[in-house]
């Protein structure tokens, strides 16, 4: 009787004491698995390359090459050219420590609490924080029997949770069907764990 191979075993991403203190537990699980997706070949560490791919596809799509390198060297404690695990979360959580504001800057408006977001050519738009709590919670309630989506939902709604969910395209294609069940071919969709960048924009 022919043996099946053995399958490899992903290594163990654990946070430290102080790593949970700074990081919510959305912040762990876009960590880990934006770790999972470009670590390949399942080494434990990530090179300059694979970061950047990372940090445009979680929405620091401004970042340099020369901010990669300047971050890499900066957190590289033992200087081999890649990030290990612990290096990788120290450096996002520390990020989330500095970037706040990434998707708007809190203020008061008219009708409540907005947040307000400079694009590139410099003009501002702005969304309602009640706005974003009831999108999540609606999400949450129409897939929330949705096995696909497990992974993901329920998503935190009082912070940025709903700009993160859609990265791998499994979710909006989800809303879609939820609302045409014939307008997506749900075989087509890439519905696998740690999937790279083409399977998720083939998604999206």
């Not at 404690?77 to 998707?103: H, I, N, P, T």
């Not at 974003?132 to 696909?148: A, C, H, M």
Request: charged content about 30%; proline content about 2%; glycine content about 6%.
């Amino acid at each position: 009787m022919e043996s099946k191979p053995e399958e490899k075993k992903l290594a163990p991403l654990d946070f430290s004491l102080d790593q949970k203190k700074s990081l919510n537990s959305s912040d762990q699980a876009m960590i880990t698995r934006a770790f999972r997706n470009y670590d390949k070949d399942n080494n434990g560490v990530m090179d300059q390359k694979e970061f950047k791919n990372i940090m445009i596809d979680i929405g620091y799509r401004k970042i340099t090459d020369e901010k990669c390198a300047e971050m890499l060297a900066a957190q590289d404690q033992d200087k081999d050219g890649v990030l290990s695990w612990k290096e990788f979360v120290d450096m996002m959580a520390g990020m989330r420590a500095v970037d706040d504001g990434k998707f708007g800057t809190i203020v008061e408006g008219k009708g409540g609490a907005v947040a307000q977001v400079v694009g590139k050519d410099g003009a501002l738009s702005t969304y309602s924080l009640e706005e974003r709590s009831t999108f999540g919670r609606v999400i949450n309630d129409i897939l929330k029997e949705d096995p696909d989506c497990a992974d993901r939902l329920p998503m935190n709604i009082e912070d940025d949770t709903l700009f993160h969910v859609f990265d791998n395209g499994i979710i909006m294609c989800k809303l879609l069907l939820a609302v045409d069940p014939d307008c997506i071919d749900a075989r087509a969709l890439n519905k696998m764990q740690n999937m790279n960048v083409y399977q998720c924009k083939e998604n999206l």
